[in-house]
């Protein structure tokens, strides 16, 4: 059965977010639907990572296992036009390698979160950048930024309902810059916590407002008690824009491995086969 690697772009306004759910239209939903339309399976996604309601993302991935093989135009062109009119686009169709899964096979995240920092109030980036009036210092949020890189414990800045099993994640790399009337920070791991790229930034607008110093950032990181986290930024600002993966044969020799082992006879506690 191959397995197709799609690149998707989502304008994330009129979303729930990335997983399906009951309650509401979901990323996820669109494209299975898509598949469907397509091919005439129900075909259940596996996604790179969870983005939140009104998130958007440039650079998402997710894995589609069709039961033909397809050319990969063919299936970028075909969902893209079931799509419509979800704002949803495939910008890239693969057929991958086994073992390839859209989450687990991921070694890097890369978002970006978008502040248009001007006094008038927006128009046509409205929902696709936070709207700061305050005049942010974009270097002093870079330099506070840098807080935030190597491995901590970030209970601070993540949501209270975080389901993840540890606290402790490691930041590759956190950058701010200012260019025209946007700020932009970027920031890199091998994966985040729920609302955590969000909280930082919001904790970082206090620093551009000279709120805080880049001192605050280390005691609340130190705190680990989410009271001590600043305001979260919103949704609208945050994109998901790339997903690195590991080398095809780690995923193949992994695969490998675990069809092996299923093949292996049980051992009883003796010992003996």
Not at 79 to 98: Q, R
Request: hydrophobic share 35%; charged share 25%; with cysteine.
């Amino acid at each position: 059965m191959p397995r197709y690697k799609l690149t998707v772009e989502y304008d994330g306004r009129p979303f729930c977010g990335w997983q399906r759910q009951s309650n509401g239209p979901s990323v996820q939903a669109v494209i299975e639907r898509a598949l469907k339309s397509f091919s005439g399976e129900d075909v259940t996604i596996g996604g790179a990572g969870r983005t939140d309601t009104g998130v958007h993302a440039t650079g998402q991935v997710c894995h589609a296992d069709l039961s033909k093989s397809w050319p990969v135009r063919t299936v970028m062109g075909a969902v893209n036009f079931y799509c419509l009119p979800d704002p949803v686009v495939i910008l890239d169709a693969e057929e991958m390698h086994e073992g390839f899964d859209a989450r687990f096979s991921a070694i890097r995240r890369s978002y970006r979160y978008r502040i248009h920092n001007r006094l008038a109030s927006l128009t046509h980036q409205r929902g696709l950048a936070w709207h700061v009036k305050a005049d942010l210092d974009a270097e002093a949020m870079h330099e506070a930024a840098q807080e935030f890189v190597g491995h901590h414990d970030f209970t601070t800045f993540r949501h209270t309902r975080c389901q993840a099993r540890s606290p402790e994640k490691t930041l590759e790399r956190f950058s701010v810059r200012r260019d025209g009337e946007f700020v932009i920070a970027e920031c890199s791991s091998r994966s985040f916590l729920h609302n955590q790229v969000r909280s930082m930034v919001g904790s970082l607008r206090l620093v551009g407002e000279g709120k805080w110093v880049p001192g605050d950032i280390t005691r609340a990181l130190q705190a680990r008690d989410r009271s001590a986290c600043g305001p979260v930024a919103p949704s609208d600002g945050l994109y998901l824009t790339r997903v690195d993966y590991r080398p095809a044969e780690v995923d193949v020799a992994e695969w490998k491995d675990k069809q092996a082992r299923k093949t292996m006879p049980a051992v009883e506690e003796n010992g003996e086969a």
